[in-house]
């Protein structure tokens, strides 16, 4: 099975691809710089052959003057090998220089003109480009790739608009020119693509929206690049100590993944036969309030679905008559009028937590200024793994070092607008760039960090990030998140450390919640649907089934 996937960012991909080279280098009389551009747009080609098959008749190719653009001379070499009909449009802009803007670009720009394709140097738009992209049955995006920084203008704006006003099949060399490879934002305008065809390793850019919408399906070519451990290994021997032994700090690139089933696989509890539900943990969940008790029932009988052994609700005692009697046990506590905990709760807590495996603090608390007073002076008593969720985090929010540090006991489980309070950002900047802002609040508060949303993040503080691919629209229903509490608390509860917790509950709920879409709909899923298929989840998990991002990662095309 996989492992996680290492997801690098722009530079670390640069940086990988300079140090790959300069130690090929080491053995003369090849330019591997050359021998990786032929690579990749050999690859490139052979995907573009697919989508060809499927529509015949002219290809359009629109090039950059650099690396990427490069890559599309490759694929539109070998098209026109292979008798297909190419047209080469590389964008030069006003006044700029009619060749390519690398030595290996300039290389494959001659070996094309060897090829009888047609070629253009184009300055600006004008009816021979406009006619043969009419009379295309497929564009390549070969413009700008990886490392866009600002936003697109000019010819290349007005290029990219009369593409997607084309409607016609489009396969993007990389990524889709516009999207920010880092981020997955649209600078400015974008491409948007059929397919995407990629090398090496998938970029974040891939796995963020826009970037995904705009992107197509995904393919992967390996293009021969070595993992970033025989990079880092390479260095030390060169240098005889090991650059990666360093202290890492908030301006340090992080270490980005893709989780895999593989990985969840080999984290996931054991379930001996000679057990009872001692062995499996006991959770408390501490939440509730009038009119908002179904999110701590919800959460606490999750984590009964994921294993958890026992599942108590501490909450306001006038409410308990009326919640459900079966499989919880209840806690009561000291209310306030208003039919919230009181902070008269406190002194009953630290009984409870000596009693239990693990917590989860915040499913539907309100936001009562003396409820608010409770959990903050409660952060200071808990001393076992705990999940911060809903009004948890924003009481947090008010006070944001009530946590402590070290806090590594603790996950936040916040979606975009309860982040924005805990950081102080916009939801949008957060939307702008949410493993950026993952990390920085991991970092800030020294523990586990889960963004939600599609493609949701994990953050530790140590600088490791994981995109999580399982999931689907139908999960945007309320109490989803109170779900996901109670998958990540039962596992606590079940003795994972919390950043194995995190990354194993959040690929368990949405792959509950892919079960659930494909038995029901994603339309009119309700939170039940996904707590009922969290044991199938777990099920298809053993049995190794992967979700729509790891079967590209298996379908990797090696060239």
Known sequence: MLSNVRVPKTAQIRALEAAWIKSANETPGTNWGQVLMEVA?????????????????HVCVICGRGNNGGDGLVLARYLSIWGIPVSCFILAGEGAEQKMSSPE????LKLLEKSGAQIFFVDEMDQAFSSILDASSLVIDAIFGTGLSRPISGLAKDVIEAVNSSYKPVLAIDIASGINSDTGQIMGCAVRATKTVTFGYLKPGHLQYPGTDNGGDLHLVDIGLPDFDQIAEHDKNKSGHDKSDKTKNDDQEPEIYVTTCGAVQSVLPNRPTNSNKGTFGHLLTIGGS????GAS???????????????????????IASLPAEELVYKALPETRDQTISKEALKDLPHMLDTISAVVVGPGLSQNADTVSFVLDLFDLINKPCVVDADGLNSLSQKKDALGKPARNFVLTPHPKELSRLMGNTTAEISADRIGHCLRAARFFDCVVVLKGAYSVIASPDG????NPT??????????GDVLSGIIGGLLAQGLEPLDAACAGVYLHGKAGDIAASNIGKTGLVAGDITAAVPLALTAISNGEISHLEEVLHAVTAL
């Open 41 to 57: 747009g050999r690859g490139a080609a052979f995907a573009a052959l697919n989508l060809w098959q499927d529509n015949n008749g």
């Open 105 to 108: 670009g300039e290389t494959n």
């Open 290 to 293: 009038l009119g908002m008790s």
């Open 297 to 319: 029932v919800l959460c606490a009988f999750t984590a009964l679905r994921t294993g958890a052994g026992l599942s108590y609700v501490a909450t306001a005692r006038s409410l």
């Open 464 to 467: 490791k990030v994981y995109i």
């Open 471 to 480: 999931g689907n629209s139908g999960m945007s229903t309320a109490g989803a």
